[in-house]
């Protein structure tokens, strides 16, 4: 349209310019709009991440960093956008909101958070499409995205004590260390036989005496 009323004619041009102005005022009200509700969100899940965090009695959140991604084509931009988003404001909120309790939020890599094994290190299959990962060796399997978060928070863990801190931004990790995680039992086996419990009786039942 700014186009248009370059070249249009000085009454048709001044109609333009008028709608023109309309449409950035409503672009710039939409604007607005949308920074509250991203904002109101990004505390909301601030104010629901820190009180699980709280009732897990955790100390640590661990939260990926997008520009660590591997950049093809145009990933550079788009995880750029990516972490100026929404996500941004809520990576801040809960910084901010974890703070309060005495919870840190560090940033951590998050290349192959989902394509590698938490036990074994090793790449995943993908036996049910994009969204499942498996690994046949470690027998650890599901949703990627659970796979992702162990991975985070293993990275989270042993690089708690090589946090760098640099001004205005969060205590990021640089580097991904790898740790084998406990294997967990089989769900399609057989329940491995447990010691039974004894039951001890430590004193002797009061006896009653009988009337008559």
Request: charged letters at 25%.
């Amino acid at each position: 349209m700014t186009q248009l009323a370059a070249t249009a004619p000085p009454e048709v041009r001044a109609q333009l310019d008028a709608k023109i102005a309309v449409l950035d005022g409503h672009r710039t009200a939409v604007g607005v709009k949308r920074g509250k509700i991203n904002r109101e969100l990004a505390f909301h899940f601030a104010r629901q991440a820190t009180d699980y965090a709280a009732d897990a009695q955790a100390q640590l959140i661990a939260a990926e960093d997008l520009t660590t991604l591997e950049t093809r084509g145009h990933g550079r931009v788009n995880n750029n956008r990516a972490a100026q988003s929404a996500r941004r404001q809520a990576v801040a909120a809960l910084a901010h909101t974890a703070a309060g309790i005495g919870i840190t939020v560090v940033s951590v890599p998050a290349r192959g958070s989902s394509a590698q094994c938490p036990g074994c290190d090793e790449p995943l299959a993908r036996p049910g499409g994009y969204h499942t990962a498996w690994c046949s060796r470690c027998r650890v399997g599901g949703n990627r995205d659970h796979v992702a978060g162990v991975n985070l928070a293993k990275r989270a863990l042993l690089g708690k004590r090589k946090v760098t801190r640099r001004r205005g931004q969060l205590p990021a990790i640089r580097v991904a260390e790898h740790a084998p995680v406990r294997r967990c039992r089989d769900k399609n086996g057989p329940t491995p036989r447990r010691p039974l419990h004894r039951r001890v009786r430590h004193s002797l039942p009061t006896v009653t005496p009988r009337m008559g």
